[in-house]
């Protein structure tokens, strides 16, 4: 079993995005460890796995460990990242391992990622925001909160998305200080438990505030310590925010597990999206998604009809 671990934190129905994740790394080659980490209930489908000890396997492939790690944290699982890392690395130092969200996908040739990380902490450009110049106020006020010359990262004039990261142990001191960062917060009151701005001080518009979230903290750490870190940058199209993404797929705004395709195209416009046609490709095998055969038909009809409704509309 190769030295690599992938890891993800979900809670309730984000179960449904990391069985297609774990679907997509086996597709893309993928082999060694999938650590998972889990608030509240395990995923549904776990008795589709072979259990060994505390170990779990998928069926007919031997190359790809399963372990569930249950979280205890007040935190927004968000910000629980930099953590989690910390803990794994103590076990498994000369390992690397990459982190993706619960609603990404993989779709590129696993090897690509294996090297990506031999040239420094992997990272991919944001959608929204993915250039963002040193001196952009934004970043003054992340300056700011840290404490640290804004000059430090006159080099890096982008945004990074946080739900992918890969790196190697070189890349520990890193995510030590991003963990730093987000305690401070913690230490001068701000609530880190839920999936809004850390720091709020407008009602106009989320990206107004200071920090937005954990990607924020990540940046400005980066920012901070950019003469004395090593990174590896992909554009938006890493995460196929773009047209010709060759690497993942981020399943962004309403997840497709929970989308109502007809309705969603008849009521908003909205079209099914690649990210949307990569979870479904994973949602079978070796880890069903959809066991119940009426529903997995269902849904196949779903997209189907919405297909035709996007030709003829």
Known sequence: ????????????????????????????????????????????????????????????????????????????????????????????????IYYFDPDITIIGDWDFFEEWIDYGMGLVLDDCYPIMPYNHPIKQQWAKLYDYDLENGSNFNFYINSGFIGCSINSLDLISKWKNNILLLVQNGNDLTELKPAIKRTKTHKRLNPITGDQDILNATIIQNYSSIKVSIVGPEGMGFIPAGYLMHHNTGIKTWERKFILDFLKRGSKISPANYSFQENSFSPINLYPNKITQNLRKMEILITQILQRIF
């Not at 993928?30 to 259990?51: D, T």
């Not at 190359?63 to 205890?72: L, S």
């Open 1 to 96: 079993m190769s030295k690599s671990i992938i890891f993800t934190l979900f809670e309730n129905r984000y179960e449904y995005g990391v069985g297609a994740l774990i679907n997509s790394a086996c597709a893309c080659n993928f082999s060694g460890k999938i650590i998972v980490g889990y608030k509240g209930a395990l995923p549904f489908w776990i008795s589709q796995l072979n259990k060994k000890n505390d170990k779990y396997f998928l069926s007919n492939i031997k190359d790809i460990e399963i372990e569930f790690i249950e979280i205890e944290t007040k935190l927004h699982l968000r910000y629980y990242k930099p953590f989690f890392f910390e803990q794994l690395f103590k076990i498994y130092i000369n390992y690397k």
